[in-house]
Structure formats: structure tokens, C-alpha cells
Nanobody, 120 residues
């Protein structure tokens, strides 16, 4: 098993910010691209963002581009998602996943998720 443990979720007002973290263990983190995926209440999974193993290349869904920033610290085996200008439609469970792809079946390990609620 490859643990991925997300943290940092919570309740935030529209326009606010949150930073999610994903702590990885059990594998050589710096060798793998990583991604964030979310699932809004009652909806399917949505790919959010991807970062290359070295952190030099990133990609974002149009729905979050310009508001979210993915990053990683390979020395700490940790993936991050900085979320700014949050909107109610960003409310979802956010998962980190191992893999560098937009394809949801392209990830081989997933965390259990952290809930982000954007509401006034």
C-alpha cells in the first residue's frame, strides 16, 4: 500500500484561500508525477491539476486555472495545492493521486481525500 494522506481542508468563505497538503510515504516521491482530483457533492470525479516529478511542469483544469497553484517539496515528500479566490462551486472532496495525467484511470494510488467547503 502506498499511503497518501491529504490535509488542510475546511470551511472557507467565497473569495478565501486554503492550502491543501498531501504527505506521501512508501515510495520514492521524487520519481513520480502527482495530481489533484476532486469530487463535488453528487457529481463525478474531476481532474484538477498535475505536476511533473521535478516540479517544473504543471497543468490545470480550465475551471481552476489562475486561481489554484500546484507545487511539491520533494525533500519533504509532500504535494500542495494553493487555492485562492475560492468559489462555492469549488466545494468538493479533494484527493491527491499518484500519476501525471488528466485521465482519471491513469492514477495508481489515491489518498482518502480532504473536504473543502466554500460557503458564506
Amino acid at each position: 500500500e502506498v499511503p497518501l494522506v491529504e490535509s488542510g481542508g475546511g470551511l472557507v468563505q467565497p473569495g478565501g484561500s486554503l492550502r491543501l497538503s498531501c504527505a506521501a510515504s512508501g515510495f520514492t516521491f521524487r520519481y513520480h508525477g502527482m495530481s489533484w482530483v476532486r469530487q463535488a457533492p453528487g457529481k463525478g470525479l474531476e481532474w484538477v491539476s498535475t505536476i511533473a516529478s521535478g516540479g517544473s511542469a504543471t497543468d490545470y483544469a480550465d475551471s481552476v486555472k489562475g486561481r489554484f497553484t500546484i507545487s511539491r517539496d520533494n525533500a519533504k515528500n509532500t504535494l500542495y495545492l494553493q487555492m485562492n479566490s475560492l468559489k462555492p462551486e469549488d466545494t468538493a472532496v479533494y484527493y491527491c493521486a499518484r500519476g501525471r495525467t488528466r485521465t482519471l484511470n491513469g492514477f495508481d494510488y489515491w489518498g482518502k481525500g480532504t473536504l473543502v467547503t466554500v460557503s458564506s
